[in-house]
């Protein structure tokens, strides 16, 4: 069971990525049925300020010591360097050892690894570091286009935002999709990215919020099994087909098609997620016409396919009290 999670800090912490480990374990969210964390923030020295990567300063509240006790133990991204503290490593190998979950984010993957924690496991970083992980750590087993990777009891992720995917991930696989759920919807998140996803995932696209297109985007969201041709839309919205096409593109970023296309695959995983329809019925329920079109879009814009989605993300659990 998650009760304890220790964050290690050290120098040049990344403020953004040490937040998201604060904001999904530090907050008490008990009175919303999520279990309790015992919270610890450490460092080398406690009590003494750390610089960070932005100028301001954090003080670690607790020493080393404690991490013992941690059943989770995470590391924020933090400026990269030759030599990382031989003391956070020692750390990081004592609760590898006793079988503590280790958690990086972003850059933090450099520390494990210069733990030595890398070496032929599953890993991943920020896109733009993956090479230099890999050229100092050759033993690894790296995947640069994920958001996150599980690897037992290493959990590695990707830069910034993925670290909120790898931490609500981890909440999901030890207390089940309902805490995750919660804790989402607090953080005002996505509680469903997958890890498989690319770090390039294309973003649903923005529903368009000018007047002349509203009531047509409105009407297409609720009639998705619907075919929909670019001159049926257009006598809807009481245009002509040209001035249609070149008003959607300029309001929406994309083409009618893609974007139907897109509120496709975005209904499809509500339904995978929330009911027991097959993967064809979703489909049918979508507007695909087969199971198999909407696998190739859903594989194409998620990164999984349906039913792997649907195994991670499907059928949420009950909060345990």
Not at 137 to 164: C, E, H, M, Q, Y
Request: some cysteine.
């Amino acid at each position: 069971m998650l009760k304890t999670v220790a964050a290690i800090v050290i120098d040049r912490v990344a403020p953004f990525e040490f937040g998201v480990i604060c904001e999904v374990f530090g907050i008490d969210r008990t009175e919303e049925g999520v279990p309790p964390f015992e919270f610890l923030v450490c460092g080398e020295r406690p009590g003494e300020p750390l610089a960070t990567s932005v100028g301001a300063q954090l003080v670690p509240a607790h020493g080393l010591d404690v991490v013992e006790r941690a059943d989770l133990v995470a590391v924020p991204a933090a400026a990269m360097r030759d030599d990382y503290p031989p003391a956070v490593l020692d750390t990081l190998r004592r609760a590898a050892q006793r079988g503590a979950t280790l958690l990086s984010v972003c850059s933090g993957a450099f520390v494990l690894g210069a733990a030595g924690l890398l070496d032929g496991r599953h890993c991943t970083t920020h896109w733009s570091h993956g090479q230099d992980l890999l050229e100092r750590f050759p033993s690894i087993r790296l995947d640069p286009d994920v958001l996150f990777v599980d690897d037992g009891n290493i959990i590695t992720s990707a830069g910034t935002a993925a670290g909120i995917d790898a931490c609500l991930h981890l909440v999901r696989r030890e207390l089940g999709a309902g805490v995750a759920n919660v804790i989402a919807r607090r953080m005002v998140v996505p509680p469903q990215r997958d890890g498989g996803q690319r770090q390039y995932v294309e973003l649903p696209i923005p529903e368009c919020t000018a007047d002349s297109l509203s009531p047509v985007l409105t009407w297409m969201l609720g009639n998705l099994a619907t075919e929909h041709t670019v001159a049926e839309l257009a006598r809807r919205a009481q245009m002509s087909d040209r001035t249609f096409a070149r008003r959607f593109v300029a309001e929406t970023g994309t083409t009618p098609n893609k974007w139907l296309t897109m509120q496709r695959v975005l209904r499809a995983r509500q339904l995978l997620e929330e009911t027991g329809l097959t993967v064809e019925e979703v489909a049918d329920e979508c507007g695909f016409g087969s199971a198999a079109l909407m696998r190739h879009h859903f594989n194409k814009v998620v990164g999984v396919s349906p039913k792997d989605y649907r195994r991670t993300f499907g059928a949420a659990k009950e909060i345990p009290a």
